[in-house]
């Protein structure tokens, strides 16, 4: 399974991104989505999931009523859309494809398949 994350980039406090985490997995849409990230020095972090059909969502605390996820799955493709950015948001952001069709909230081992990551950094 072949997964392509893009649209991080460079942005000033307070303001927005939009990641894609775009799929070659022919079943996509039968499996949640998830979206993680690891800033430097640091563990890697749940930041959301989506269950199969985009009906169930999660997020981590920090990142509550700032981000949303959703997901397009005639085109394999799940979103990350990104407020009110915060320097404490920067880190390299990863998509993953969930063992099952809903997130079980089992952190990392909800997930089998890892992308390469795209850098957001977020300055004060």
């Known amino acids: 399974v072949q997964l392509q994350a893009s649209g991080g980039g460079m942005v000033q406090a307070g303001g927005s991104l939009r990641l894609s985490c775009a799929t070659t997995?022919?079943?996509?849409?039968?499996?949640?989505m998830g979206w993680f990230r690891q800033a430097p020095e640091k563990g890697r972090e749940f930041v959301s999931a989506?269950?199969?059909?985009?009906?169930?969502?999660h997020f981590a605390d920090s990142v509550k009523g700032r981000f949303t996820i959703s997901r397009d799955n005639a085109k394999n493709t799940v979103y990350l859309e990104m407020n009110s950015l915060k320097p404490e948001d920067t880190a390299v952001y990863y998509c993953?494809?969930?063992?099952?069709?809903?997130?079980?909230?089992?952190?990392?081992?909800?997930?089998?398949?890892w992308g390469q990551g795209t850098l957001v950094i977020v300055s004060s």
């Open positions: 989506i269950s199969w059909s985009g009906g169930t969502t």
């Open positions: 993953a494809v969930g063992r099952g069709p809903f997130y079980k909230g089992n952190y990392d081992a909800d997930f089998s398949s």
């Open positions: 997995r022919r079943t996509f849409n039968a499996y949640s």
